[in-house]
């Protein structure tokens, strides 16, 4: 089996989403409208998207025409589309058809081309038939009398399993492992498969509008998926197409993202599947000596074991269960990070917060006496509550709450701005220096910094049914409304120009924590605002997403990790943080998230 196949293989073929589309359709008439903001009546969704894992016989949806053999599931690579002439026939013909939303849409694909064979997508409206073929050093793809060998962009894997991305419209872009053409043909309604000199195969077929950035974002996972060996971990891409890999405080993102993308699939087991096995593959460092273990095990263990392993509690009977054992070692994983995030704690006792490591050596700390605590900790914190529950452990929620609010009086400024960094003295807890790690200066607002207040305070005020904590939420939101540049996106510092790079990851993670925010005090008597924030967290996310690439399907550029120069990728590349907030973002404004 090739290093790009998924080790979990799907298991059902799911045609047109039609609740996904609808919803979507809804979204995007409420938050797209004249950038209007005034809900109106969901329409009847005119498009819909549909995921295909082909892990079950064809569908109503799909017609078979011609001498054609179409199976799904168990066949020669496991459970994928085999397309294929019968022995015997005289003319290879024939597809397999499914009907696509409205061009311009978005398709993406895996296929496997072996010697000899070669695949036929029926896509155009004039000349019908592209045909690709596996050469030596790339795919040759022809149709409407051009004939273009398309060698893989750098740094993608070899295999037989070839990524395809299509867009059509009035003509058709075709992407192959990064490299791409385009074709000057319109394109047609339906997709048809068909093969010619041997079996095709064909695996985790996505179609959306080509306007909508949920259906990108899905075709992006896909794309990182078919690049990403298996049991690694995606950082981000930066405009020169290099994806860059990651063993540090982000490895969860890629299973959050993945399961965000399954909650907007549900029905279809091929995100499922995926971020399942990026679940149990980010298992294993729990004991770290990190606080950063919440990002790492809240959004990959804890969701997994939420969504797979209690159908009952979480509403994840839609999910195919996961078995015993593997439910085990998710819950044992979260428990232990979430030991781990007290001990850190317990480390810092004077000073009261969760500090970025309990052992010496913090970034910036001048001696092993010192301890590091940022504003990042109000996302990390909830993993301790999450334990405080499923073990009933009031410790737990004692600590996280001190913690809480030691984090606000100490990094949340009287009006909301906030700063990064508060280093102590780990003897007394007496405050040693602020400053700050990535943002412009010790007074200033780190944007991300900022998002992750909103964010963090708003599930902390929450989870502890504590109004003070809410209240430092949307102070937050609030330096937020009065201080965003009016292209609704921050700088990476709040204190930056105008012509500073933007961080659409920071305008991402904003707007999903508003989007709670709002959610949050629609039932809490408690905020001074509610519709405000839900507002704003929908226009963050609208204007982030402008962000979001047709070419490569789905790119969501933009974003600063740490900002090192213009010569960084990762000054305005694809950071995987964006893509997980991005469409958790989305599942709140479409009121499919919780
Ligand atoms: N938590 C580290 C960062 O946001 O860069």
Same mark, same amino acid.
């Given at each position: 089996?090739?290093?790009?196949?998924?080790?979990?293989? #799907?298991?059902?073929?799911? &045609?047109?989403?039609?609740?996904?589309?609808?919803?979507?359709?809804?979204?995007?008439?409420?938050?797209?409208?004249?950038?209007?903001?005034?809900?109106?009546?969901?329409?009847?969704?005119?498009?819909?998207?549909?995921?295909?894992?082909?892990?079950?016989?064809?569908?109503?949806?799909?017609?078979?025409?011609?001498?054609?053999?179409?199976?799904?599931?168990?066949? @020669?690579?496991?459970?994928?589309?085999?397309?294929?002439? &019968?022995?015997?026939?005289?003319?290879?013909?024939?597809?397999?058809?499914?009907?696509?939303?409205?061009?311009?849409?978005?398709?993406?694909?895996?296929?496997?081309?072996?010697?000899?064979?070669?695949?036929?997508?029926?896509?155009? %409206?004039?000349?019908?038939?592209?045909?690709?073929?596996?050469?030596?050093?790339?795919?040759?793809?022809?149709?409407?009398?051009?004939?273009?060998?398309?060698? #893989?962009?750098?740094?993608?894997?070899?295999?037989?399993?070839?990524?395809?991305?299509?867009?059509?419209?009035?003509?058709?872009?075709?992407?192959?492992?990064?490299?791409?053409?385009? $074709?000057?043909?319109?394109?047609?309604?339906?997709?048809?498969?068909?093969?010619?000199?041997?079996?095709? $195969?064909?695996?985790?077929?996505?179609?959306?509008?080509?306007?909508?950035?949920?259906?990108?974002?899905?075709?992006?996972?896909?794309?990182?998926?078919?690049?990403?060996?298996?049991?690694?971990?995606?950082?981000?891409?930066?405009?020169?197409?290099?994806?860059?890999?990651?063993?540090?405080?982000?490895?969860?993102?890629?299973?959050?993202?993945?399961?965000?993308?399954? /909650?907007?699939?549900?029905?279809? /087991?091929? $995100?499922?599947?995926?971020?399942?096995?990026?679940?149990?593959?980010?298992?294993?460092?729990?004991?770290?000596?990190?606080?950063?273990?919440?990002?790492?095990?809240?959004?990959?263990?804890?969701?997994?074991?939420?969504?797979?392993?209690?159908?009952?509690?979480?509403?994840? /009977?839609?999910?195919?269960? =996961? /078995?015993?054992?593997?439910?085990?070692?998710?819950?044992?994983? *979260?428990?232990? %990070?979430?030991?781990?995030?007290?001990?850190?704690?317990?480390?810092?006792?004077?000073?009261?917060?969760?500090?970025?490591?309990?052992? &010496?050596?913090?970034?910036?700390?001048?001696?092993?006496?010192?301890?590091?605590?940022?504003?990042?900790?109000?996302?990390?914190?909830?993993?301790?509550?999450?334990?405080?529950?499923?073990?009933?452990?009031?410790?737990?929620?004692?600590?996280?709450?001190?913690?809480?609010?030691?984090?606000?009086?100490?990094?949340?400024?009287?009006?909301?701005? @906030?700063?990064?960094?508060?280093?102590?003295?780990?003897?007394?807890?007496?405050?040693?220096?602020?400053?700050?790690?990535? *943002?412009?200066?010790?007074?200033?607002?780190?944007?991300?910094?900022?998002?992750?207040?909103?964010?963090?305070?708003?599930?902390?005020?929450?989870?502890?049914?504590?109004?003070?904590?809410?209240?430092?939420?949307?102070?937050?939101?609030?330096?937020? =409304?009065?201080?965003?540049?009016?292209?609704?996106?921050?700088?990476?510092?709040?204190?930056?120009?105008?012509?500073? &790079?933007?961080?659409?990851?920071?305008?991402?993670?904003?707007?999903?924590?508003?989007?709670?925010?709002?959610?949050?005090?629609?039932?809490?008597?408690?905020?001074?605002?509610?519709?405000?924030?839900?507002?704003?967290?929908?226009?963050?996310?609208?204007?982030?997403?402008?962000?979001?690439?047709?070419?490569?399907?789905?790119?969501?550029?933009?974003?600063?990790?740490?900002?090192?120069?213009?010569?960084?990728?990762?000054?305005?590349?694809?950071?995987?943080?964006?893509?997980?907030?991005?469409?958790?973002?989305?599942?709140?404004?479409?009121?499919?998230?919780?």
């Amino acid at each position: 089996m090739s290093p790009r196949r998924p080790r979990v293989a #799907p298991r059902v073929l799911v &045609p047109a989403l039609v609740a996904f589309a609808f919803l979507a359709s809804a979204l995007y008439v409420v938050i797209d409208a004249a950038g209007e903001d005034t809900p109106v009546p969901p329409q009847p969704a005119a498009v819909a998207l549909f995921v295909a894992s082909f892990s079950e016989p064809l569908d109503g949806d799909w017609s078979v025409t011609g001498p054609l053999i179409a199976e799904a599931a168990g066949d @020669t690579d496991g459970e994928v589309l085999t397309l294929r002439s &019968p022995a015997g026939a005289l003319v290879e013909a024939g597809e397999a058809s499914h009907r696509l939303p409205e061009p311009p849409w978005a398709v993406s694909l895996d296929l496997r081309l072996d010697p000899g064979s070669q695949a036929r997508m029926l896509i155009g %409206a004039g000349p019908r038939t592209l045909r690709l073929r596996s050469v030596g050093g790339g795919v040759e793809l022809q149709m409407a009398g051009k004939r273009q060998l398309v060698p #893989p962009a750098p740094g993608w894997p070899s295999s037989p399993w070839h990524h395809v991305e299509l867009s059509g419209g009035r003509d058709i872009r075709v992407s192959v492992d990064g490299g791409e053409t385009t $074709f000057p043909v319109a394109a047609r309604r339906t997709l048809g498969l068909g093969a010619e000199g041997g079996p095709v $195969f064909v695996d985790n077929l996505l179609a959306s509008p080509l306007s909508d950035p949920r259906g990108l974002l899905l075709h992006r996972l896909a794309a990182l998926h078919a690049r990403t060996p298996a049991g690694s971990f995606p950082l981000g891409t930066g405009r020169d197409g290099e994806l860059r890999l990651t063993e540090g405080w982000t490895t969860g993102f890629w299973p959050g993202s993945l399961w965000q993308a399954a /909650d907007l699939t549900r029905g279809s /087991d091929l $995100f499922r599947d995926w971020a399942l096995e990026a679940s149990v593959a980010n298992l294993g460092d729990e004991r770290a000596d990190t606080h950063d273990l919440g990002f790492k095990y809240e959004l990959s263990s804890v969701a997994a074991h939420r969504r797979v392993c209690r159908p009952s509690v979480q509403g994840g /009977d839609e999910y195919e269960p =996961a /078995d015993e054992s593997t439910c085990g070692r998710l819950q044992a994983s *979260g428990s232990k %990070a979430a030991r781990r995030l007290s001990t850190l704690i317990r480390s810092n006792r004077e000073a009261g917060t969760l500090p970025t490591r309990a052992g &010496p050596g913090c970034t910036g700390c001048s001696s092993d006496g010192e301890s590091d605590t940022i504003i990042d900790s109000a996302m990390n914190l909830p993993l301790l509550l999450w334990a405080a529950r499923t073990e009933e452990k009031p410790e737990y929620r004692a600590a996280a709450t001190r913690a809480a609010r030691r984090l606000a009086a100490l990094l949340v400024r009287r009006n909301g701005s @906030t700063g990064q960094s508060v280093h102590f003295r780990r003897r007394t807890g007496a405050v040693a220096l602020r400053h700050t790690h990535q *943002g412009l200066s010790a007074r200033s607002t780190w944007a991300r910094g900022q998002a992750w207040a909103v964010h963090g305070f708003t599930q902390l005020g929450d989870q502890l049914e504590d109004p003070r904590l809410l209240r430092v939420a949307e102070r937050a939101a609030g330096f937020v =409304a009065r201080y965003l540049p009016a292209d609704a996106v921050p700088r990476y510092d709040y204190a930056a120009p105008d012509a500073a &790079p933007r961080d659409t990851s920071a305008g991402v993670i904003t707007a999903a924590g508003l989007l709670r925010l709002g959610i949050v005090c629609r039932e809490a008597a408690t905020c001074r605002e509610t519709e405000k924030w839900t507002l704003l967290g929908r226009r963050m996310l609208r204007e982030s997403l402008r962000a979001v690439e047709q070419a490569p399907l789905g790119f969501f550029g933009n974003q600063v990790q740490t900002l090192g120069g213009r010569t960084s990728w990762d000054d305005d590349g694809e950071l995987i943080f964006g893509l997980h907030y991005a469409l958790e973002a989305i599942r709140l404004a479409d009121g499919t998230g919780a």
